[in-house]
């Protein structure tokens, strides 16, 4: 949530929670509810929210009207209402966004005085589940990414592991049960107040409107009691926290030992890697323990393969065989996907279309470099060369396509040579950013 830093206040009281939920697994917290409004702590969960921005939910409020009405006033009037338990929160307005498939993912948008309260909450609760959540899990966690977790896959496979499940849940977040998520809530909090915060949120009715501005609430959350909302601030936590009942029955069924196998989880991505050939074996029990669990594995994304003979993807990330630069031998490695190259392709050619020539081209190139740098940043590990070499070939050419529109250059001639786009306009070359590991190409 953001990169502000944390108040030393809210510091202290998340190490002191954090602190006894590690030392004691058993301990369950009784009183939590007060530091949810405590002013610090609100305060902190308004300039999270403050920095993230986002778009204003049902009552249409935004930052401005907060800071026009008065920060401390309204953060005020939220802490009263959390005291005196009359706080209520707002239908959560749906939106879709693409996928990278074409297909629409339903983001769910609650109010700004919502998201302080649960960004509040959040910063209360995580410092206790943070404690119990398993090693396996790499998503929404301090101190932990994405790219940890191809790593760990990647040292997975050259330690033996090479029989692979690439596992797809459906509609995860859609389909986690609230009965059973209060439960692993409970485990640890007692105190009844925080839990109605929690059943308040989830059973929130979704606001739609149509293409002529119609509206309609739907309440299928609460109907089939079922479902968490993406965009949420306390949904990853959450998410986190019903996925760890998996890994805890996985292990506690004994099957690391009797499959050889190793976790690695990323939200509702997660792969299943197994020595001798047990990964048939590892489908069918991820199978059954979903369905206890009341999820379901999506068939038709989940697959089975062996590398390095087979290929399979995870997180952007295509694990397979590569070959070494100086001996040719093949050996199991990891690169930045086709697909997550053709995305970055598509967001440079979004960026640099006839529409847009009218910004100054220190405008334009900035907002391509912003998007090149934090591609490069994730897709640091691994054999990155040949992708690296591909984005920079079509951004240079876009960029240079896109100063001949702007200054009306006609034919190929050579008024921008590709060497000047980065030595006067500043164009970021990935290659020159980072190299591959010694020895190793796609």
């Known amino acids: 949530m953001g990169n502000l830093s944390t108040p030393d206040s809210v510091q202290k009281l998340q190490t002191a929670l954090h602190a006894k ?15 949810i409004s405590r002013e610090d702590i609100l305060a902190h969960a308004y300039a999270q929210c403050r920095s993230n921005k986002g778009a204003p939910g049902v009552d249409r409020q935004d930052f401005e009207a907060v800071e026009a009405y ?29 996928k990278a498939n074409g297909k629409l993912r339903p983001l769910g948008i609650s109010t700004l005085r919502d998201r302080v309260c649960m960004t509040a909450a959040t910063l209360v609760l995580e410092p206790i589940f943070e404690a119990d959540l398993p090693p396996e899990l790499y998503a929404y966690r301090p101190g932990r990414n994405a790219q940890q977790a ?14 692979v499940v690439d596992a797809d849940l459906a509609d995860y977040f859609g389909s986690i049960p609230h ?15 925080v839990l109605h915060l929690i059943r308040m949120w989830l059973d929130c009715p979704v606001e739609e409107t149509d293409n002529r501005g119609r509206k309609t609430r739907t309440t ?19 998410a986190n926290l019903y996925m760890r009942r998996f890994v805890l029955g996985w292990k506690r069924l004994g099957l690391e030992r009797t499959l050889g196998s190793r976790l690695v989880i990323y ?9 001798r050939g047990k ?13 206890k669990l009341k999820l379901t594995v999506n068939e038709e994304k989940t697959r089975i393969c062996k590398a390095p003979e087979g290929e399979f993807d995870f997180l952007g990330y295509t694990f397979g065989r590569m070959y070494s630069a100086r001996t040719g031998k093949a050996f199991i490695g990891l690169r930045p996907s086709k697909k997550s190259v053709q995305r970055a392709v598509g967001t440079i050619r979004e960026l640099t279309v006839r529409s847009t020539t009218w910004q100054e081209t220190t405008t334009l190139v900035g907002k391509v470099n912003r998007m090149l740098r934090g591609w490069a940043n994730y897709f640091s590990v691994g054999a990155h060369s040949k992708a690296y070499r591909a984005l920079d070939s079509c951004a240079a050419t876009r960029v240079r396509r896109w100063l001949h529109r702007k200054h009306t250059v006609r034919g190929k001639g050579g008024s921008y040579p590709i060497p000047h786009l980065y030595e006067r306009f500043g164009l970021v070359r990935l290659t020159t950013l980072g190299r591959d590991p010694p020895g190793t190409k796609a």
């Open 21 to 35: 939920a590690k030392a004691e697994p058993g301990y369950r917290f009784y009183a939590l509810y007060d530091k």
């Open 179 to 193: 009965a059973e998520l209060l439960k692993s809530a409970a485990r640890r909090i007692v105190d009844r107040r």
């Open 279 to 291: 990964a048939e074996e590892a489908l069918q029990r991820l199978r059954e323990i979903m369905g």
């Open 150 to 163: 191809v790593v760990e896959v990647e040292e997975q496979l050259f330690r033996g592991h090479p029989h």
């Open 267 to 275: 939200a509702d991505d997660l792969v299943i890697l197994c020595r």
């Open 70 to 98: 008065g920060v401390e006033r309204w953060l005020g009037e939220l802490a009263l209402a959390l005291r005196e338990e009359t706080y209520r929160p707002e239908p959560i307005r749906r939106v879709y966004i693409p």
């Open 220 to 238: 299928e959350a609460r109907d089939k009691r079922r479902g968490i909302p993406q965009g949420s601030p306390l949904s990853p936590l959450l």
